[in-house]
């Protein structure tokens, strides 16, 4: 059965989380996070529904507005939480998708679970999309939704987009359930990607595994064509740049420079505590800048923001313990009373606070050993109307495809990092200012309203296309 809604994300999360408010009444605000700061202002737009997980377990919630949203949410149990979300989510594909960064654990009822949670995702969007609609699936928690839901109501249109990188084949082989997976995203119409060879990973994965025929970046399913592309995600570059015009950002950013005790450069790193994101690397690096006396004493402050994130999964709180243990140490040996040379911040903040920070740092560290995009990158950029600072940059970011005027770095490489950091540290203002413009420009051009609208174009074009492929 048909319902009304035209536009709908369907995604393992809604875009908002749920707080207390001073007089103790429940309430939502939007959450952080990359996947609902690149698409909530999209929706607000279009006047679309999302589908998605309210973050409690074993509770079943009404619909509801919130933020110019309709907003649905899914029921999950506390079991299905561990299995579904943490267990195959969180613990088996995210490590795999990451070039094994962490050892993916492989478990048959973690499947079970993400089977069972798909199905009640595609069965609940079948429920409410209308006649014909355009349904924009996201990111790699539901890989099946689309296979199901095609088979539920074939007269939908369906988009794929996922956030984080798509491995190689040789690591992808390894997952037990490899071929149910790419038989649930070719149920869409378009697959997106972060990058082009991530598009290219899966095209090659679909002929050898399944044996289909592709043409450039079409496969051919059945009767119907299947296009797999990449479509670079982005921030809200507008936003970010006005946010930075107002003065009381920058007054904020001179207060921070001053609660750091003045130092001469300030290194930030912003992230979700994450194995992905090269956090220890980089505090390696400046712990031994420090050791070898390349940075003097007082000479440079690093501030690292750690973004509490899936608490609950094993590797993630043995990341905690390691990531404070190598602050602990930095510290014990190289601060001076009232100096410490990293702050270490296990905490989130808002998006104004961030943006001041962005405008305070020198140097701005992002150095993922893999990462699908990276936004951070991207909203330094965006935050440094003044052409200032430096960005630090990995090779293994999607980022690094656009951004190629950042101080590129191997993050493996502790020595070329040392390096890099220095130099980025050091150089002029005339050479950051032509780093910054080049890089500003292309966020500007390409932001996150161009990212949506670049899939969506594509997705509503796609009949037309497959025609002209076949
Ligand atoms: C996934 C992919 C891809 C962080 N701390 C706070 C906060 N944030 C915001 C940042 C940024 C977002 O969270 C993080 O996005 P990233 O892209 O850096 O990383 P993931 O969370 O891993 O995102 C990634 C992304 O999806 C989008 O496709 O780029 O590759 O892994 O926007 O600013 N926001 C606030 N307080 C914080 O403390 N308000």
């Known amino acids: 059965m048909a319902g009304g809604c035209t536009f709908l ?38 006047h679309g529904a999302w589908l998605g997980w309210a973050g409690a377990a074993d509770e079943d919630l009404k619909p509801f507005e919130d933020d110019g949203m309709h907003l649905i949410p899914v029921p999950l149990s506390a079991e299905e939480v561990q299995d579904y979300y943490e267990g195959f989510s969180n613990a088996t594909l995210w490590p795999l998708y990451h070039d094994v960064v962490g050892e993916p654990v492989y478990e048959r009822s973690f499947w079970e679970a993400y089977q069972r949670v798909n199905r009640r995702f595609a069965e609940m969007a079948a429920e409410v999309a209308a006649p014909g609609a355009v349904v924009w699936v996201q990111d790699y928690q539901l890989q099946l939704v689309p296979a199901m839901l095609r088979e539920l109501r074939p007269d939908l249109r369906i988009g794929f987009f996922l956030h984080i990188p798509f491995p190689p084949m040789e690591l992808f082989y390894r997952l037990p359930w490899r071929r149910q997976i790419v038989e649930g995203l070719l149920g869409a119409d378009l697959v997106g990607f972060q990058r082009p060879g991530a598009a290219s990973n899966f095209i090659r994965l679909c002929r050898r595994l399944l044996n289909l025929k592709y043409q450039g970046n079409q496969v051919f399913v059945d009767d119907r064509v299947v296009r797999a592309q990449a479509f670079p995600i982005s921030v809200d570059f507008n936003e970010l740049d006005e946010v930075v015009r107002r003065p009381q950002t920058w007054r904020r950013a ?7 005790g003045n130092p001469q450069k300030i290194l930030l790193g912003v992230d979700r505590l994450d194995y992905t994101k090269g956090i220890g690397q980089r505090l390696s690096a400046f712990g031994e800048l420090l050791g070898s006396g390349d940075i003097a004493p007082g000479e440079a402050v690093f501030v690292q923001i750690a973004t509490p994130s899936r ?12 990531i404070e243990l190598q602050v602990g140490r930095i510290n014990g040996e190289h601060a001076r009373l009232g100096a410490p040379p990293v702050h270490y911040l296990h905490t989130s903040y808002s998006r104004a606070e961030l943006a001041a920070l962005y405008c305070a740092a020198d140097v701005m560290v992002v150095t993922p050993l893999r990462d699908g995009m990276n936004l951070v990158a991207k909203e330094y950029v965006s935050c440094r109307g003044d052409q200032q ?50 890089m500003r420009r292309r966020v500007a051009t390409y932001d996150v309203d161009r990212w949506a609208a670049d899939f969506m174009d594509a997705l509503e074009s796609h009949d037309e296309t497959s025609r002209e492929g076949r």
Do not use: C, H
């Not at 707080?19 to 609902?36: F, H, I, M, N, Y």
């Not at 690149?38 to 929706?43: N, Q």
């Not at 001179?254 to 750091?260: G, S």
């Not at 190629?404 to 993050?411: D, E, K, S, T, Y």
């Open 254 to 260: 001179a207060q921070i420079r001053e609660e750091l």
């Open 9 to 46: 994300i369907v995604a393992n999360r809604l875009p908002v989380d749920r707080v207390t408010d001073a007089t103790g009444k429940a309430a939502w605000r939007r959450s952080p996070g990359g996947l609902v700061t690149a698409i909530a202002p999209v929706l607000q737009r279009r």
């Open 311 to 322: 608490e609950r999964v094993e590797q993630y709180r043995l990341l905690r313990d390691e």
């Open 389 to 438: 600072g430096a960005l630090v940059l990995s090779e293994f970011a999607g980022a690094a495809d656009e951004l190629r005027q950042a101080f590129l770095v191997n993050p493996y490489d502790i020595d070329g990092l040392k390096k890099i950091m220095l130099e980025a540290m050091r150089a002029n203002p005339a050479e950051l200012a032509k780093r910054m413009r080049a």
